[in-house]
């Protein structure tokens, strides 16, 4: 399947992009509400923190953009042009569809920006708990 190391193991498990031994967030459930993102302050394997700076997981809005185009486009194209429904039915399914995974697209985006700005190291996790 996805081999550790990668960029895109660490974005779908949401995993430390450093170690990717540990999850990010403090639930691994993205639909408790409360808890979508909530992150870990520290990587608990290897120490890499996560907040880089104040505020700077703003930056993944802009992703969030792009993945949830990404999503509308899916669900349109499935309702539409594969299911042949109208028009209306599709815009529904976007709406519906766009709500039913937004913490997903939100979680997402997180891991996307942070991945943009942090890379794998498989000896980073030996050094840190050697």
């Known amino acids: 399947m996805i081999k550790k190391g990668t960029k895109l193991y660490s974005i779908l498990k949401g995993t430390c992009p450093k170690c990717q031994e540990e999850s990010m967030y403090v ?10 993102l909530k992150i870990h302050d520290h990587c608990s ?22 993945v949830g185009i990404a999503f509308a486009v899916a ?35 997180r891991n996307i920006w942070i991945n943009i700005f942090m ?6 996790a030996k050094k840190k708990t050697a």
Not at 27 to 36: H, L
Not at 45 to 66: D, I, N, Q, W
Not at 96 to 102: D, K, N, P
Request: a positive charge; aromatic letters at 20%; charged letters at 15%.
């Open 75 to 109: 669900a349109f194209v499935i309702s539409y042009l594969i299911l042949g429904t109208s028009l209306k039915t599709a815009f529904i399914a976007i709406v519906g569809t766009l709500i039913a995974f937004y913490p997903v697209i939100m979680r997402l985006s």
């Open 45 to 66: 394997h290897c120490g890499t923190k996560y907040r880089l700076e104040p505020s700077f997981f703003y930056g993944s809005m802009y992703v969030s953009y792009a």
């Open 27 to 36: 639930n691994k459930n993205p639909y408790i509400i409360t808890d979508t």
């Open 119 to 124: 890379h794998y190291d498989k000896e980073w």
